[in-house]
């Protein structure tokens, strides 16, 4: 019996969101003023094109040990809120909140760990209600040789998020005794540079009494003779790995879907480099320039603009 990451929550299937990524142009510095001016051309532009360009925040490549999203929503009808206190660096132009994690952090041990986690402050949801996320677009690779993120990984490595099983599946599992129905979530949620493979929506929690959440679930990497549910990892690459996500509850109001889902969750996990290489992985997501003392170089987009459609 492989190990149960799993635990008991509803589900249901939503569309898709869109996602805009930055290329980021390979093993590239720049003195400051040239990236400067080119994120000033680049804000001219988001602005001509109604994008809204949030103040840089730099990502903290060193943030170790129990961390957490802070999410929110605001009552039947409204979005599931991300990042509420504003700690976490964005990605340019489109904005969306950038989280970093480390497949290698003492608790966790290789190639697996539980943070970052959610968080809702008691009150935002009601008692029982479920929270879920919802698996967006394919598995990216930062590569500490070339400085690039790319949409290739060296030896077949895969991502994968442990969830909750949708309520109606386990019912189902239990009346009809197919129980091979709960094997999809127990392999987990598979990102990989083709996709998703497995289950694209699964449960983060119920609310507890007082309508809050507090959860960690499980991340994993391994490479492509690995195995995360038996531990068998292989041995993956050293590099950082991007996921995205989003978050969405199943349940409704008036007949309709009472919360909408949240905006995309961009994930960077770190495996094997330093904080030094994981920050430039990260400064090159968010386009900040190189500090002023030079001791790491921000790598500049390149021309195009990669569109990520999130498809399933």
């Known amino acids: 019996m492989r190990n149960q990451h799993y635990r008991l929550v509803r589900t249901k299937g939503l569309p898709a969101a869109l996602l805009l ?52 929503v605001d009552g039947p009808g409204s979005q599931i ?7 976490y660096c964005r990605q340019f132009l489109t904005g969306h ?16 760990t539980d943070d970052p986690g959610w968080f809702m402050n008691p009150g935002n949801l009601l008692p029982d209600e479920a929270l879920h996320f919802r698996a967006l677009d394919a598995l990216r690779f930062w590569d500490p040789a070339t400085g690039r993120w ?10 994968r998020l442990f969830g909750g099983i949708p309520q109606e599946v386990f019912i189902e599992a239990i009346t009809t005794g197919n129980l091979e129905l709960l094997a999809p979530f127990e392999e987990g949620t598979i990102y990989t540079t083709e996709g998703v493979e497995g ?9 507890d009494s007082a309508g809050g959440i507090h959860s960690h679930l499980d991340f994993c990497l391994q490479d492509g003779s690995g195995d995360c ?9 050293a590099g950082a790995y991007l996921i995205q996500l989003q978050f969405l509850s199943p349940e409704e ?60």
């Open 199 to 207: 289950p694209a929506e699964a449960g983060v929690d119920f609310a």
């Open 229 to 237: 549910p038996d531990r068998q990892f292989g041995t993956p690459a």
């Open 253 to 312: 109001f008036d007949g309709a879907q009472k919360y909408q889902p949240s905006e995309a969750v961009l994930v960077a996990l770190r495996n094997g480099i330093s904080v030094a290489e994981f920050q430039d992985a990260l400064d090159a997501l968010t386009d900040l320039p190189p500090p002023t003392d030079g001791a790491l170089q921000t790598k500049l987009p390149g021309a195009g603009v990669l569109v990520l459609t999130g498809a399933q």
């Open 81 to 87: 809120r991300v990042d509420v206190q504003a700690a």
């Open 150 to 159: 790319g949409q290739s990984v060296p030896n077949g490595e895969q991502v």
């Open 21 to 72: 990524m930055l290329a980021v142009s390979p093993g590239r510095s720049e003195p400051p003023a040239a990236d400067v001016e080119l994120r000033d051309e680049l804000s001219e532009l988001a602005s001509h094109a109604g994008i809204a360009v949030p103040a840089p925040l730099r990502c903290d490549a060193g943030l170790a040990g129990h961390f957490d999203l802070f999410l929110a």
């Open 97 to 112: 909140p950038v989280i970093p994690g480390n497949f290698n952090d003492f608790a966790g041990g290789p190639y697996l």
